[in-house]
């Protein structure tokens, strides 16, 4: 069967409507996640008050070092050793700190991926229907990453620069307030162009982000359609298209590095002009006798100190709004709530389950198409144990009657039972538990044979997926890999030919055992052979389970109990194989179509296959 060949254009997404503010009230979000490592925090504002504590001792300790080291009689060697302790204290709860805050990011990072990825897994088909999967992917990986560096450093360093800012100040002041004025006016001013130039920064970092986003996305497409690439010999355009992405991506990182360059000088004029005009009043209070030299010293090392915070506050200010971004995309998604849930007190089956089908006065819109209804007065009985073939024409509704069954999207109008239990009464876990499906594209994980296949029941042992296999016709094959059942299949099956892949998807299903069973063209994918050997495999499963077949190829359901036509989502006919070819209508022309011989144009309309 073909594949329709992907879309290769990527369309810009719109620019972000997310306020600065808004992004910083999104990290509170995370305060859930940081709320059960209430140890780790405590260790950590302790490592941070200590660590600040000892960096604003070392303008003292310098300050007695020079007035009273350098004086007649001191004893400079006391004020050393002073200086060298507050060092290994700034040294072990620096060390203590960047441990606490480094652990404490790792937990919060794990508990988030590990909750928004639960989260992701109930939400219902409606959901994954409008979203891609890239995108999602991109979310639970590349936004969460940026929340590491949030609580695993930008946090830590953000409140230390805030306690070093504000302890130094109070420092300038008691060390001398008249030069502390000086400071208090002049640092700012000279920091205000930079702040200013900083949102050119930033602008010109985030579009270099999307321009990297737009490069990367380019390149994934294609890798992902190397198929149709290929098949279409389009490789040097697809060069082309991506050199142009890489153009793209390198104007903008030019532009942003020109600034960068531009701000750097200014900031390092700005900054340390107003470092000299307050160095040089202070040597002139100096030299008038009016401050001591080591108070001098004091006071520098606190200006040096508390401006080297301010910078360090505006370089993770941009990680924070980074940050918070991310956060808003994640908080997005957890505003997701699944349109199909369990109900509060959900109904249990009945043991055993006896598989009773019964759809009544069913009317489906797919959400994408809501004027456009799937199914339409759809009204069908199943008796536990029948089997029941779907026949029809491209687009009549017979996959949207296995969509609705195993409850990915729940009906408009009229309701759809098992064993007359309203599905909408039951958990669809326990729903769905009761169901084996065989779809048309059956997923293949990127594990060994053996665990794809006991994907149908963990518990099951090897065994029992080796028997589940033999049935399925797939032992045979598999034995012959490199590694037989403990070989690995490759991503999606890379390394199975298609009628591999769907007979491992058969033993799956056989694993599974369940009373009811949906076969979505489950040999549509084999060659004659294979399909002839896996019909017995099938007839086998089915006896005694209620059975849905979906099938275009008329041959494979002529020994279902009941063949049912549908045509634009309503049923048009029902009956055996024989009964319909008597009656003349679409199935009569279907089987027309596929039996009659192409050369015998005198042959009777529809023979016996």
Known sequence: MSTPAPTLATEPRGAETVTPRQRLNSLRGLLPFLAPHRRLLAAWFGALALSSAATLSLPVAVRHMIDQGFSAGGDIDRWFLLMFGVALLLAFATALRFYFVSILGERVLADLRGRLYRHLLALDQRFYDRSRSTELMSRLSADTELLRSVVGSSMSVALRSVVIVVGSLVMLVVTSPTLASLAVIGIPLAVLPIVLGGRLVRKASEQTQDRVAEANARAGETLGAMHTVQSYAREAHESRRFDAALRSTQQAAAHRIRIQAMLTAVAIVLFFGAIVLVLWSGAQAVIEGRMSAGALGQFMLYALI????????????????????????????????PVVAAPADPLPLPVPVRGAIRFEGVRFAYPSRPTDPALLDFNLD??????????GPSGAGK??????????????????TLDGIDLR??????????????????????????????????????????RAAALAEADEFIRTLPQGYASELGERGARLSGGQQQRIAIARALLKDAPLLLLDEATSALDAQSEHLIQQALEQLMRGRTTLVIAHRLATVLKADRIVVLDGGRIVDAGSHAELLAKGGLYTELARLQFAAPAAAAAPAVPVP
């Not at 994980?445 to 997926?465: K, M, P, Q, T």
């Open 306 to 337: 508390g401006a080297g915070s301010v910078g360090a506050l505006a370089e993770v200010w941009s990680e924070v709004q980074r940050a918070g971004g991310g956060m808003q995309r994640i908080a997005d998604l957890f505003a997701e709530s």
């Open 382 to 391: 199943v008796r536990p144990g029948e089997t029941v073939a779907l026949v």
């Open 399 to 416: 996959s949207t009657v296995l969509q609705l069954l195993l409850r990915f999207h729940d009906p408009q109008q009229g309701r759809i």
């Open 425 to 466: 009464a039951l958990d669809p876990a326990a729903l769905r538990g009761s169901i084996a499906l065989v779809p048309q594209d059956p997923m293949i994980f990127a594990a060994s044979a053996a665990e794809n296949i006991r994907y149908g029941r963990l518990e099951a042992s090897d065994a029992e997926v080796e």
